[in-house]
């Protein structure tokens, strides 16, 4: 009897979701719990296990297509694994070969690198002059990467193209052919970010303010006692538990920073669940630390470190990414020196943190180098006026340059 397998509920808020890539094939055997296939939500992405052991008899629904949630989505036929499948081929037993002489190993490899080839590993594959077939894919759900490509040209593979000799010549136009354009559709998740940065944009008076950061102090703190915090907690002591920290101080002095507009009512909040920006794959996702301001520099550490990890492995789930009050951005960690965040709505203000530098600074009249740090607050003025932004910037300035103030809160 076939055995429906249905988009199931991801959260109150959600309706659809995206199809990602399937991790079976229509005739592939799969365990109860396997993965079959990837979705995607506007929040994050999850893999839909199969609910019965037997065979995947039918896929109804395209990588790529959006379907209500409660959808028919593919038919297995419920099954024992076959003796075949759980022993493979006896020792020393010829492959069979298909209709086309290839091994079926094989052909299913070529076709499934065809049908999951990522846009930068074609080009990779042109450049190279290899196919598909020629490369180990090693990404989720069988993607071919441009990293495999790049490994199997740097490990000597078939089909890499020699080193052009250097030439006084001017390189030929490209042909037409290698000219065209590849129309993807966007995911859940990138299409929630675009719309809540435009909604963002249009729905609030966003102003940036900037300070300077010397991170002098911290980075002696960390020299002083972070091999201890280390062995102690098994976790290196950051920079980011000390923004966490110094944000907590400044929003308990300047509460509309932590507030939020509801209709023709502000909400101030006495807690504080400081969304921390994670870069994946798939786009930036706003994790929450929850009750953050209860919570050791250890516990922070381990909260982000877990947060952050388990969103670049999509298994985070979906209410850990909802209700933050404040949000931290540190675009240092891809050279960024100078940015004007976006303020993740309905929160009514976002910290951006960004690259050190040993840069010169003044000092009791004297020129000295020192490491550098600019930050930014963008905050929605309908709510927060000039002098708070101002004021809290400068506090979270003066606990970091001075940590001992978070301690003894002056």
């Known amino acids: 009897m076939a055995v429906e397998l249905k988009i199931p509920s991801a959260g109150e808020s959600i309706t659809e979701v995206q199809i990602g890539a399937w991790a079976k094939a229509e005739g592939d055997y799969v365990e109860r719990d396997e993965t079959v296939v990837e979705i995607e939500t506007d929040k994050a992405s999850m893999e839909l296990p199969a609910p019965v052991s037997g065979f995947l008899t039918k896929c109804l629904k395209p990588a790529g297509e959006i379907v209500p949630v409660g959808t028919v989505i593919a038919l297995l036929e419920e099954a024992p694994r076959p003796a075949t499948v759980a022993t493979g081929a006896k020792a020393g037993a010829a492959p069979a070969r298909t209709a086309t ?71 030929p136009a490209p042909p037409a052919a290698d000219r065209h354009e590849e129309v993807v559709p966007m995911t859940m998740l990138r299409r929630r970010i675009a719309q809540r940065l435009v909604e963002a944009k249009q729905t609030m008076a966003m102003l940036t303010t900037f300070n300077e950061v010397d991170m ?69 996702v706003v ?100 002098r708070e932004s101002v004021s809290f910037l400068k506090r979270i300035k003066e606990c970091v340059e001075e940590p001992a103030r978070m301690l003894i809160e002056v």
Not at 126 to 133: F, K, S, V, Y
Not at 138 to 144: E, K, Q
Not at 241 to 248: E, H, N, P, R
């Open 101 to 171: 002489g290839a091994p079926p190993a094989a052909e299913t490899r070529a076709a499934g690198a065809a049908a999951h080839v990522m846009p930068a590993a074609r080009r990779a594959l042109a450049d190279a002059g290899l196919q598909p077939a020629d490369v180990q894919p090693t990404g989720p759900g069988g993607r071919l990467l441009k990293e495999d490509v790049q490994r199997h040209v740097a490990q000597g593979g078939d089909g890499a193209r020699p080193a052009a000799t250097p030439t006084t010549q001017p390189p």
């Open 216 to 284: 002098s102090a911290i980075f002696a703190l960390r020299d002083q006692r972070g091999e201890d915090f280390n062995r102690k907690y098994g976790i290196k002591l950051g920079l980011m538990s000390f923004f966490v920290k110094a944000a907590i101080d400044a929003l308990k002095r300047f509460p509309a920073v932590n507030a939020e507009i509801r209709g023709h009512d502000i909400v101030y909040k006495n807690y504080y669940d400081i969304g921390i920006a994670v870069s994946t794959d798939q786009g930036l």
């Open 287 to 386: 994790p929450v630390v929850r009750g953050a301001e209860r919570l050791s520099f250890a516990e922070v550490e381990l909260a982000i470190a877990d947060l952050a990890k388990r969103a670049r492995e999509r298994k985070i789930a979906v209410e850990e990414l909802q209700g933050g009050t404040f949000t931290i951005t540190n675009g240092g960690v891809f050279g960024s020196l100078l940015a004007t965040p976006i303020i993740n709505p309905p929160q009514s203000a976002i910290l951006g943190l960004h690259a050190i530098q040993d840069r010169p600074v003044a000092r009791n009249g004297q020129v000295v180098i020192r490491p550098m740090m600019y930050i930014a607050l963008t905050y929605d003025h309908r709510i927060i006026d000039g």
